[in-house]
């Protein structure tokens, strides 16, 4: 069993701060996209796809011409434009990919080619998580397909799920996938000798290696309460988008069972877009019961405080 053999170091107030600044976030563009409407948050969206579209286009023409900026670009043979880690330049196109699927108000043909280059794109950066969340949306829509359409999307997947297994040895099990597993083993056998954790961003130094899990980063750094409140605060986004209408609602349910999913392969916690986008969905998506605490579907015998009738009108007397 592994021992503690480390002292702690300012990592434990930069990336407390860091986590700190997320959860910030995460209110203060929960209330700015509370003021929004439909139609303003439609415009800001579609100028964040096609964002997404111009800054790929560029990426593919710069690497096609200029081949040394590969460098820049690329880490080794995936891509990771600007960002530190090719699978977080992944999550972050997993939002414009799931916003093409969801937004009907694009032509077909600008939805078609814009979801071709962002899933082109997601399959360059080689992240088998990216890959499988894909399919999330065509999941939480499952019900809601014809029995035809079920049956293309149950082919389609199996047969892009069996080329990626088969055909290509990137999206294979890994040498370093075993180093991992034995790596986060070390880090539950550490969580269980320090119930209370031993500090954020303390992992690597205890373990000497990325636990690459956000379950269990959270675990060892922050304890078993702290593993609770993190599961607590996931269900409770999880709850607040689950019966949402609104376009940006559904986008920002897909990208939290996405991160359910990632948090099982990648440390997912100080992803600063993950914190900022799921705030904005929870403004939009989630006012049509924000002044409550609970979900309409288990307050039947509740009411907020605001939706009461007052005491004049329910009784019809009028005050003088």
Known sequence: MPHLTYHVTMDVFFYGSITFYGVLSLLVYSKWMSAYTEKQTQRLLRCFAGFHIIMLAAMFIT??????????????????????????????????????MYDM?????????????????????????????????????????????????FVLCLGIGSYLWLGTERYTLQVYDLTRFQVQWEALQLAWQHPFGIGAGEAEAA??????????????????????????????????????????????????????IMNMV???????????????????????????FFNHTYATHWRCATSRPSTSRSTGYKRP
């Open 63 to 100: 690497l096609y011409l200029f081949p040394d900026a590969s460098g820049h670009l690329m880490y080794y043979d995936r891509l990771k434009g600007f960002f530190k880690d090719p699978n977080v330049f992944a999550s972050y196109l997993l939002l414009s990919f799931f916003w093409f």
């Open 105 to 153: 108000r694009w032509n077909v043909i600008v939805r078609v080619m814009g979801m071709c280059l962002v899933g082109g794109a997601i399959y360059f950066t080689g992240s088998r998580i990216a890959l499988l969340c894909m399919v999330i949306p065509l999941v939480l829509k499952w019900r809601e397909m014809s029995r035809s359409s079920q049956f293309l999307t």
């Open 207 to 260: 373990l000497h290696h990325s636990p690459h899990q956000t379950y269990v980063r959270v675990l060892l750094e922050n304890g078993f309460l702290g593993l609770i409140g993190y599961l607590i605060a996931i269900g409770f986004l999880f709850m607040k988008l689950v019966k949402t209408k609104e376009t940006l609602g559904k986008v920002g349910l897909a990208f939290i069972v996405s991160l359910i």
């Open 266 to 292: 990648i440390d997912t916690l100080h992803w600063r877009h993950a914190w900022i986008f799921i705030g904005m969905a929870i403004g939009r998506g989630g006012r049509h019961h924000s002044n409550c």
